[in-house]
């Protein structure tokens, strides 16, 4: 079948819950993603933050179909050794104390959410307490995810949300504060805001949360399901400000392609909050997925991943800024390590789908912004060929 008969046979199968674009993808190698005609293109989107690897890397590989072999899945029941392997290296490069896996991202907000609420109840007594979050945030699509995504745009179809939810100005103290009453069980944002349009946290503004949550017995929790996993030069950004968290979620690159997530606290979190029956899964943690994750927190640590983006991402920010210079459409840049976004005054959706004529994958966060989250493999003469392809599309349009 060709690739005109692919995309009509999804459009008459698939649910339409994305405006997808005209390329089905068939395989990858490196960074490198090939369609269905055998067209190359250079992914700096890595499956929006989760190819952290690239593709075909074959000791990933390898190790994922050694446990598909063996055990895929038993249930949380009983004990297994890859999720336990997994869970202490999360530990440890977390510096946290407990771990819950989920089988994504929003389902680890879900969990966040549900141990903050818990938290609440066994400190005072009852039910009935509320989270802050920010603006121009995105935590997930359930309900209680979305509830927390401080974007009316995403809410306003699924109204009524989960009660109690306000929302502060991101890297704005004096609104967080002014939303704290008794009744405050967490404050819930992410370190660098993804979809919101690329802003990393300001310190003053995390060490004042900090500093709130603790005068307040109020939990932080973070969200580092885009940023964490070594993205921006650290193996979770809110390890660049020296703050930590009560809670995290993670996911993405966690699996690097295998659905996993997970949700990571301190022990005081989790010895005042969640208990046997308060939350479960079956299919979180699994054998499969244990390796998985055992496997790319061992690659990530052995091969100093987090290094590496801090060395190659100072030259990936200084070709984007070459390319503002270069175009007066381009306004800003902003990120940190590698989860890069440039402010296009341009239709950034025709940037990206004009990209892919040049063999290059580039995807958007908000409504204004190129994002360049690449497999953090990269090396500059990716990031040389990736600034060559986009300046060809940016003089085009």
Not at 203 to 211: S, T
């Amino acid at each position: 079948m060709n690739k005109s008969g692919y995309m009509e046979q999804a459009e008459q199968t698939l649910l339409h819950t994305y405006n997808r674009f005209p390329l089905v993808l068939d395989h990858g190698e490196g960074v490198y993603l090939y369609d269905t005609d055998g067209k190359e293109y250079l992914d700096f989107a890595a499956g929006i933050a989760v190819q952290a690897f690239g593709y075909h890397n074959r000791e990933y590989t390898e190790c994922i179909k050694e446990q598909a072999e063996k055990l895929l899945h038993t249930s949380n029941l009983y004990y297994n050794v890859p999720v336990i392997r997994a869970s202490e290296r999360l530990r440890a490069a977390s510096g946290m104390d407990r771990v819950f896996f989920t089988n994504s991202g929003t389902e680890a907000i879900e969990g966040a959410i549900k141990a903050a609420k818990k938290y609440a109840w066994t400190r005072d007594g009852h039910a009935g307490h509320e989270i802050i979050a920010m603006n121009h945030s995105f935590h997930g699509r359930s309900i209680g995810a979305l509830s927390v995504t401080g974007n009316a745009h995403y809410q306003e179809p699924f109204a009524p949300l989960m009660p109690g939810v306000k929302f502060a100005d991101f890297n704005d103290l004096d609104s967080v504060k002014a939303l704290v009453s008794e009744k405050t069980c967490a404050v819930l944002l992410e370190t660098v805001q993804g979809e919101g349009g690329i802003f990393p946290a300001s310190q003053d503004f995390l060490e004042g949360l900090r500093k709130l949550c603790d005068d307040n017995d109020i939990l932080l929790i973070f969200d580092e399901i885009q940023c964490g996993m070594a993205r921006t030069g650290r193996m979770f950004a809110w390890q660049h400000y020296g703050v930590k968290p009560d809670i995290m979620a993670c996911a993405k690159a966690l699996g690097c392609g295998v659905p996993v997530g997970a949700f990571v606290m301190t022990e005081k979190a989790a010895g005042r909050s969640l208990k046997p029956g308060d939350h479960g899964t079956t299919y979180g943690g699994n054998p499969f997925v244990g390796a998985a994750v055992e496997k790319v927190l061992e690659m990530m640590e052995r091969d100093r991943i987090a290094d590496h983006v801090g060395r190659i991402a100072p030259y990936l920010e200084q070709k984007l800024d070459e390319l503002i210079a270069e175009h007066d459409f381009l306004t800003e840049r902003r990120g940190l390590g590698l989860m890069q976004g440039v402010v296009c005054k341009k239709p950034v959706g025709t940037v990206a789908a004009e990209a892919l004529k040049e063999g290059l994958i580039v995807i958007t966060a908000g409504q204004d912004v190129l994002r360049f989250v690449p497999p953090l493999i990269i090396e500059e003469k990716h990031v040389d060929e990736m600034a060559e392809k986009l300046s060809i599309v940016l003089k085009n349009i």
